[in-house]
């Protein structure tokens, strides 16, 4: 049983640069999530998708923040022009319609991002 | 407003003992989903047990539990057994629409 995967699991780069994070959902998974974790915290909610469409984006997610779910499989989530307080632990989480409180949110790994 | 407060920043607890990781919310919706995880140093998020609102008993998952008292808004995690390899990060998370609502996790060392 595939769980959620997400690569790179690490990304160095200069402030300034562009990145992009892939993310793998659990087969079958419909519902697709990115969260964003900084050192000693709890996870931020950053988007979701349902399928291919994304319902709901916070407000944490500034215009450098892009993310697409082509064909409802796999995510990616682009930073433009990266600030060093965008380092952090960006986390995607996947979950099966269950209902509207019971469905388990189940995370990959995480891509940690440095910016220097 | 903080919606879920977890008061212990770290505990020590030795091998084979029983810990009890504290977690309290505050919601004014009558239906909602708790949640706890583990995350190890490693990074992963690790789902370990779920309550609902309107359960009516206790979860227990394996040697997890979860003590739930509604009037006292409190959802607090009960480890039996306590075992080296569950020395991590734990957090208490709420259902929010289609986001959890995290708090600040607990850090659990277990002696040997």
């Known amino acids: 049983d595939t769980g959620v995967s997400q690569d790179p699991r690490h990304k160095i780069t200069k402030r300034g640069q562009n990145v992009t994070f892939r993310c793998d959902p659990i087969?079958?998974?419909?519902?697709l999530y990115w969260y964003r974790q900084t050192l000693g915290q709890g996870p931020e909610f950053l988007t979701y998708?349902?399928?291919?469409?994304?319902?709901?984006k916070s407000r944490l997610l500034s215009d450098r923040f892009s993310a697409e779910r082509p064909k409802g499989s796999f995510s990616t989530l682009e930073i433009q022009r990266t600030e060093q307080g965008d380092s952090a632990m960006y986390l995607c989480?996947?979950?099966?319609?269950?209902?509207?409180?019971?469905?388990?949110?189940?995370f990959g790994p995480g891509t940690r991002l440095t910016v220097l | 407003a903080q919606k879920i407060t977890q008061t212990q920043p770290g505990m020590f607890v030795q091998e084979k003992e029983a810990v009890t990781l504290d977690c309290t919310y505050d919601?004014?919706?009558?239906?909602?989903?708790l949640f706890w995880y583990k995350q190890p140093s490693s990074g992963e998020m690790i789902f370990l047990i779920y309550?609902?609102?309107?359960d009516q008993q206790n979860a227990t998952e394996g040697r997890y539990s979860l003590n739930f008292q509604k009037a006292r808004k409190s959802a607090n995690l009960v480890i039996s057994a306590s075992q080296l390899g569950d020395s991590a990060m734990y957090f208490c998370?709420?259902?929010?629409?289609?986001?959890?609502?995290w708090g600040a996790g607990t850090k659990l060392i277990i002696k040997p």
């Open positions: 989480a996947s979950s099966i319609i269950q209902g509207a409180l019971t469905d388990t949110q189940y």
């Open positions: 087969s079958e998974h419909n519902r």
């Open positions: 919601t004014s919706d009558p239906s909602y989903g």
């Open positions: 998708f349902q399928n291919e469409a994304q319902l709901e």
């Open positions: 309550q609902g609102s309107y």
């Open positions: 998370a709420m259902r929010e629409l289609y986001q959890l609502i």
